[in-house]
């Protein structure tokens, strides 16, 4: 399979179109938001195509990218958006909006599984067996290929997981619910930057 992939340093081209349905991923140095910075925001139209842009860690100036991650009538689609938003939220100085997350999807769909992978759900709904021996590389220096692959790799099949976990959540009648955790997602990022990790819902 040939995926058309393009690295762009600091931000996204001025003239380029992404149409109104995109997968988003980011990479970090590390899940502690505060300490490990955001290196990398890779973005798919779904189309065999990944954009990744390797920011300017001294000003995170990326006018172009904050625009697209703003607009209400651009959705996005994360795996695991709670991770990826926090660090958008903390060094790009922005809100993302119309969000859609296949993790919440999955666990909320897939109950007959307790694997909820990005990995696995690209196997299960593409049959498409991903590496990730890259996942706990350095993504803050010189980018190697295999690492612009497996960037790649982490949007190109949002789209098709997606749609084929709606189609279970509508069979089983689990839609709002879907809907309303989506809702919730800004406000559980909020709570992680606030450093409320619990699940404040416990007793």
């Known amino acids: 399979m040939n995926i058309d992939i393009k690295l762009h340093k600091n931000d996204l081209p001025d003239d380029l179109k992404l149409g109104n349905v995109i997968a988003v991923d980011g990479e970090f140095m590390g899940l502690n938001v505060k300490r490990d910075p955001l290196c990398l925001i890779q973005i798919s139209t779904g189309n065999l195509d990944a954009h990744i842009v ?13 625009k697209i991650l703003e607009d209400q009538s ?30 919440i999807a999955s ?36 980018l190697t290929s295999a690492q612009l692959k497996y960037c790649a790799n982490d949007v190109i099949y949002l789209h098709k997981i997606h749609d084929e976990l709606i ?36 007793h």
Not at 86 to 95: D, M, N, P, S, V
Not at 167 to 172: D, H, M, T
Request: glycine share 2%.
């Open 107 to 142: 666990k909320l769909a897939r109950s007959y599984s307790d694997n909820h992978s990005l990995k696995s759900l690209i196997k299960e709904f593409t049959n498409v067996d991903i590496s990730k021996q890259f996942q706990n590389s350095d993504f803050g220096g010189d």
């Open 167 to 202: 189609k279970i959540l509508n069979r089983e009648n689990r839609i709002e619910l879907y809907k309303n955790c989506l809702k919730f997602l800004k406000t559980r990022v909020d709570l992680d930057l606030a450093l409320f990790k619990d699940d404040i819902w416990s």
């Open 54 to 66: 390797q920011l300017n860690r001294s000003s995170y100036h990326a006018p172009n990218l904050v």
């Open 74 to 103: 651009i959705t996005k689609i994360f795996h695991y958006g709670r991770a990826d938003m926090a660090h958008i939220k903390f060094y790009l100085k922005t809100e993302t909006n119309n969000i859609l997350d296949t993790k």
